[in-house]
């Protein structure tokens, strides 16, 4: 199956960009970061990853969230992002 996954991570350059991402319904929300990782270099560490409004757990299966094919999900980093402030 393959999934939308829309990425806002503004460090890394990603301000809601879709990436398509090629998973078993029986892989891990770790895998499925892993799989992120692989194509925006954002560390796993970093990554929340939401389904309507849920946050999603690393050790359940994409299948237990009743995920589909062509469904979206949301990488959303873990903390909150401050823009660069000038220097006085």
Do not use: C, R, W
């Not at 954002?42 to 849920?54: A, E, L």
């Amino acid at each position: 199956m393959h999934l939308n996954v829309i990425v806002y991570n503004k460090t890394q350059n990603f301000i809601g960009q879709t990436i398509q991402i090629n998973i078993s319904a029986m892989d891990t929300i770790k895998i499925l970061k892993e799989k992120i990782m692989e194509k925006t270099d954002i560390p796993i560490g970093i990554q929340d990853i939401t389904f309507g409004v849920q946050s999603l757990d690393d050790v359940s299966t994409i299948k237990h969230y009743h995920i589909e094919d062509g469904y979206t999900v949301y990488s959303t980093p873990t903390y909150v992002e401050i823009p660069q402030q000038p220097s006085l």
